[in-house]
């Protein structure tokens, strides 16, 4: 057991290193280390400029999409490599937020059911970040279940029309492109029913809302199709099989190992090791160790499952399940530990202005945003199903809605 | 909002106070209120025999089963003087422990269905502690899902012959008789077809054999039936109908109102306020602070919660299902509190000799004896489905056994 | 024993859920919190109208005469509708603080004011971060004059007057700290608004410059008299605090049986039926708690200071506890501005600061059993 890279890995980590130090955008270093979770921003420029600007210096150089093949505008890297860049990115990785839903699961699906002409003409740009993708899955009646959806889509001559609405699209309001699924016959049971598409966000008829979140801000939107022609050229596999198509995507999401995942513990050890309490320093306080120690455990715990993990890849084995507990450890984690730090303020810990030392508002957005982390990308209800199901090979739920044919759902409560 | 007593309450309180005064057995006082969970004996005096004791002594006076009528050997006193009597009874209530059963389950079902001969014949010795009643509900294969039962009893002409197995019945090997549930008829819908029994433990073809458990201490039983004869005069309830008539059993079970709920919260705030930490006395740790409030305050909410349900009775209304939570709340709490008395010992915290642990290994024969409370009678997770169907109006799980014939329903998991 | 509210207080309940339902839905609340205003002023004058300010001031003072019980049975009807006024700094913490140690004249001149909803009042307590201590008091006060800064002040910005505690020795004792009383109308105090976790209730800096003060209660009693309107606060925001945990309990309640999902209502999955009976369980708790506080400030029990801690922790977790799982069970929907759950979550969260962070009543809990346990 070691951590040292194999002679090939040190080469590609040193070779990365040089570039990076060359060439990252050094006047954002300082801020983008002080942004923790409901705090992504930059001062004075708009973080999707600066992002769009580093992704596409990064394709140049070749160092964009590591993992995909060279022709499609990637590196052909080995998953190894692409986290060591990982590493080496550090935090300008948090600038490529817009790209990863486009890197980590519409690239993916389009290079699996795309045709080659397709392929060659969407995927190199979408890699170089000059065409942003979103993906287009979520619906107000399909959130957990998200074959629950009811977006139609129906045939008419070589298109198809598409009427309905999304939401939770990250980046609806700037990307290019979307992939998007919808239902194409709902006289069949809910699965079965499903076709996938990508299409231009530009198309007439699609109208892109964004939402004001709990915390105030807006990363989502809803998408509201009325009418939308897609021609049948850009459907994404065959027609009723949108289901086996979206989980190649979601997949692939699932699979984005060695992402950095907040915990919220860096922030919080940094501020008890600089807190004055009227007894000492914080961090002195038995207390205080305690939940400390507790959270400490658990980020560590994550940090080196991830290692296993990258372990496992750079033998060139497929990583263990293991890494799925990721976001459901995190989500809780973060929400107790913004509380913890708002209690060890006192009442002032509920003043939220810009006034106050950057220290202490960052853990007030964290409370505010943490909720989020517990729904987004599968409720933390639903990770625990994954888990129990796919790990530990237990039964699913009772689905009462599996033969039934879609239209005959119930869809109120009561 | 008051916590006084109205003038009949205060009488009664005076009585009962005055007559516990001159006849509890006060030798052993100390050690009933040392004792905790996980650990309730005596040293020097059987137990059993001691309850026994004061449960006749209790009786004579007419201070058994206050609520049952008095022709079955009650007081027929009201509710609130049931829970006056509790209160002032205190720590010598630790000895009704092996009459729970009887008085709080298989007495009120006798009541509710058994012929009036048998309720003259069998209640007043069982109010008195003379014959002490098990429950036989749980098998291997009914836990939470009771329903699930396969003991059969079959019909052979005015008999029943029963064949099974039932487990964890609490005291069943100093028990004379008990309620038993069978399956009668396996071919339909498995709430359809059970029926209820009262038998005489000592009856051929009944052999007990005890559960050594997790904790090394032995309270419950395996119950095996082999060809145990019922004459059907000691049926209770239709046959087929015994569902329902469990209902009521297990219905009296969660009606104990006032019933304090072990929390382990007493002894774990004693304990800190006489250690000695490394730098200090351990009560004025914020560490350990912290930890005590949080139990306080959830010790004290099972206290004042079961105060509120008391005070819905002594007004004659029917408590609400507040009442619910506390074997919830009390189970995890009392096996976290164990750990954390433990923890709070250092290394030495792992020895439970009562001469080497600290509080004469109180906290781990708490540990050990806790994960028990949070199965037996009825599981957290059952516990949860409770609150949440009958209290806050939730959907019931979806059964897939409800309408299948119970040979029909598997009986593995998996191959 | 009759350890219940009683039939009228129970009837004034319904009365005030009513009032509040119809003057005080989430759309008043929003307003407040979008910032179209700074608190909901015909609410206020409804609420005063209606007796609920002066429900726990005698009579003589022009309030309503009833008691703590009444004041407790509001206090859990203004939290469950998230009533956008500065109710709990107002009658909670300034007019607690007048009965508690005010002269003749102050009760006269502060009390009615406050139950006719003239004047709004808080307490300037804090010096920025912090719990409540005496050493954190910092605040110069001699001859008369106050100098120094208050932060946060709930409802400073809108309030007529303060109390506030000033340091008047540097023994390093209890005895150093006085309070006072100070009209904010009459200058020498600059009040700057400041943004917080929960907009729908303001929080302010206060700047005393050579500022005119009178005595509140004897030189060197002010940490006393503190303690005391700090414990009394404590179990009427313990109702508000139960009040809004109940509120977050029903909100997902109802969500879980309407939602559909996998064919089924999301009510009928364990994972989130055990969630919403956890939920119950600690609004439960916390509500028996608040009762016994309740009985122990109507009667000045010795075990106030014992049962206001306990009911202000126990009340502090549920509501953070129901406010936070109330998104979890309403996913995505939960997490949208249009949805109300956010605005329980903010006041859950702000309000598990504002008389002192629940570590701070952890503490003084254990600190009052064990002295309990000691005498």
Request: with cysteine.
């Amino acid at each position: 057991m070691n951590f040292d890279d194999t002679p090939q890995e040190a080469a590609f980590r040193t070779e990365a290193r040089a570039w990076i130090a060359a060439n990252a955008p050094k006047q954002y270093e300082a801020e983008l280390s002080k942004s923790s979770l409901g705090r992504i921003s930059l001062a004075k420029d708009d973080i999707v400029d600066v992002g769009k600007a580093w992704q596409k210096q990064k394709a140049e150089g070749g160092w964009a999409c590591l993992h995909w093949p060279k022709e499609y505008g990637g590196r052909g890297a080995t998953p190894i490599e692409k986290v060591i860049w990982q590493q080496e990115e550090g935090v300008y990785g948090k600038l490529t937020q817009p790209f990863q839903i486009g890197e980590g699961m519409c690239g993916p699906t389009v290079m699996a059911f795309g045709s080659e002409e397709h392929k060659r003409h969407y995927l190199p740009k979408l890699a170089s970040g000059e065409q942003i993708w979103c993906q287009l899955f979520s619906e107000p009646a399909g959130g957990s279940d998200v074959a629950g959806l009811r977006t139609r889509a129906e045939k008419q001559g070589d298109n198809w029309i598409v009427n309905g609405q999304k939401i939770w699209t990250s980046g609806a309001h700037y990307s290019d492109y979307g992939l998007l699924i919808t239902r194409t016959d709902p006289n069949v049971p809910k699965h079965k029913g499903l076709t996938m598409f990508f299409l231009d966000m530009k198309s007439k008829g699609v109208e892109v809302r964004p939402i004001k979140q709990a915390n105030g801000m807006q990363e989502f939107n809803e998408v509201y199709f009325t009418d939308v022609v897609i021609p049948d050229s850009q459907r994404l596999g065959n027609v009723g099989d949108g289901w086996n198509v979206s989980l190649t995507t979601l997949m692939n999401e699932r699979m984005s190992i060695g992402a950095r995942l907040a915990t919220g513990f860096p922030e919080i050890f940094e501020f008890c090791s600089s807190l004055m309490t009227e007894d000492g320093p914080a961090i002195d306080d038995r207390a205080t160790r305690s939940k400390l120690a507790g959270w400490a455990v658990k980020a560590s715990g994550l940090k080196y499952t991830s290692y296993r993990a990258v372990s496992a890849l750079s033998k060139g084995e497929r990583p263990g399940p293991e890494n799925s507990i990721g976001k459901l450890v995190a989500g809780v984690m973060l929400q107790d530990i913004a509380s913890y730090a708002m209690d060890l303020q006192g009442a002032a810990g509920a003043l939220t202005g810009a006034a106050e030392e950057l220290a202490t508002g960052q853990f007030q957005q964290m409370l505010l945003s943490a909720p989020s982390m517990r729904i987004a990308g599968g409720t933390d209800e639903i990770l625990r199903n994954i888990i129990a199901e796919r790990v530990l090979g237990l039964p699913g739920d009772i689905r009462v809605d599996k033969d039934v044919p879609f239209n005959k759902i119930p869809t109120k409560g009561r | 909002m008051n916590f006084d007593d109205t003038p009949q309450e205060a009488a009664f309180r005076a009585e009962a106070k005055a007559w516990i005064a001159a006849n509890a057995p006060k030798q052993y006082e100390d050690e009933l209120k040392k004792s905790s969970l996980g650990r309730t004996a005596l040293k020097g005096a059987n137990i059993l025999e001691v309850a026994k004791a004061w449960q006749k002594k209790k009786a004579d006076a007419g201070w058994a089963c206050l609520h049952w009528p008095r022709e079955y050997g009650g007081r027929g006193a009201t509710p609130i003087e049931r829970v006056i009597w509790q209160q002032e009874e205190g720590a010598f209530g630790k000895l009704s422990g092996m009459f729970i059963i009887g008085h709080g389950m298989c007495g009120p079902t006798m009541m509710a269905f058994a012929g009036e001969a048998e309720k003259k014949r069998y209640l007043p010795p069982l109010a008195s502690g003379e014959k002490v009643w098990c429950q036989l509900f749980s098998e291997p294969a009914g836990g939470s899902d009771v329903a699930g039962l396969r003991t059969r009893a079959e019909k052979n002409g005015d008999d029943w012959i029963v064949n099974g197995q039932k487990i964890w019945t609490s005291g069943a090997h100093y028990s004379d008789y008990g309620i038993l549930l069978t399956r009668t008829d396996p071919n339909v819908a498995k709430h359809r077809g059970l029926t209820m029994f009262f038998l005489d433990m000592k009856s051929p073809g009944v052999e007990i054999k005890p559960i050594k458990q997790a904790n090394g201490a032995s309270d419950f039983n395996e119950v095996y039936f082999t060809d145990v004869k019922i004459p059907d005069s000691q049926r209770l309830g239709a046959v087929n109908d015994g569902w329902n008539v469990s209902l009521t059993t297990l219905m009296n079970e969660r009606m104990s109102i006032g019933a304090g709920v072990s929390t382990g919260f007493p002894e774990l705030f004693e304990f800190c306020n006489s250690l000695m930490l490394d730098d200090g006395p351990a009560i004025e740790d914020r560490n350990v602070r912290s930890k005590l409030a949080s139990w306080a305050v959830k010790a004290s909410g099972l206290k004042y919660t079961s105060m509120r349900a008391i005070s819905a009775l002594s007004k004659g209304e029917r408590p609400g299902p507040e009442n619910s939570i506390g074997k919830l709340v009390a189970g995890s709490m009392i096996q976290d509190v164990a750990a954390y008395a433990l923890d709070l010992q250092g290394a030495a915290g792992v020895l439970a000799g009562a001469e080497d642990a600290e509080a004469t290994g109180k906290f781990q024969a708490m540990l050990l004896r806790a994960p028990g409370t949070r199965v037996e009678g009825g599981t957290d997770e059952i516990m949860r489905n409770i609150i949440a169907e009958r209290v806050l109006g939730l959907p019931g799980d979806i059964r897939v056994d409800k309408d299948v014939p119970f040979n029909k329903i598997p009986t593995k998991g998996r191959g | 024993m009759n350890f219940d509210f009683s039939d009228e207080q129970k009837q004034m309940r319904d009365e005030a859920r009513k009032f509040l339902a119809e003057k005080c839905p989430p759309k008043a609340v929003r307003a407040v919190l979008d910032g179209h205003a700074s608190y909901d002023k015909e609410l206020w004058k409804g609420l005063a109208e209606m007796g609920f300010l002066g429900v726990a001031i005698p009579e003589e003072f022009g309030g309503a005469g009833a008691g703590h019980l009444e004041l407790c049975v509001i206090a859990e009807e203004m939290g469950r509708a998230l009533a956008p006024v500065p109710f709990s700094s107002t009658v909670y913490l300034a007019a607690e603080a007048i009965l508690l140690a005010g002269s003749a004249a102050q009760k006269k001149k502060w009390l009615p004011a406050i139950a006719s909803g003239e004047a709004i009042g808080t307490l300037a307590l804090f010096e920025g971060k912090g719990n409540p201590s005496p050493d954190g008091i910092k605040l110069a006060a001699s001859g008369g004059s106050l100098n120094g800064v208050k932060k946060p002040v709930p409802d400073g910005a809108i309030a007529d007057f303060a109390v506030v505690t000033g340091r008047t020795g540097s023994t390093g004792r209890d005895g150093d700290i006085s309070l006072f009383l100070v009209d904010l109308k009459a200058g020498g105090v600059e009040a700057k608004a400041l943004t917080s976790l929960d907009p729908s209730r303001g929080q302010a800096e206060l700047t005393f410059r050579n500022c005119k003060a009178e005595p509140l209660g004897a030189a060197g009693e002010g940490w006393s008299i503190l303690t005391q309107v700090l414990d009394r606060a404590a179990v009427l925001m313990a109702f508000e605090q139960v009040g809004g945990a109940d509120r977050a309990l029903e909100m997902g309640r109802d969500y879980a049986l309407d939602r559909i999902a996998f064919g089924r209502p999301i009510g009928s999955f364990q994972a989130v039926k055990h969630m919403l009976a956890d939920m119950y369980v600690s609004a439960t708790l916390a509500r028996s708690n608040c009762y016994y506080g309740a009985w122990a400030l109507s009667t000045n029990a010795s075990e106030l200071p014992e049962a206001a801690a306990a009911a202000r922790i126990s009340a502090t977790q549920a509501f953070q506890h129901c406010a936070k799982n109330n998104i979890q069970v309403h996913g995505g929907m939960g997490f949208t501005w249009e949805f109300d759950c956010h605005m329980y979550y903010r006041r859950a969260n702000a309000t598990a600061l504002g008389l002192g962070s629940l570590s701070y009543w952890e503490d003084a809990l254990i600190d009052r059993m064990r002295k309990k346990n000691a005498a």
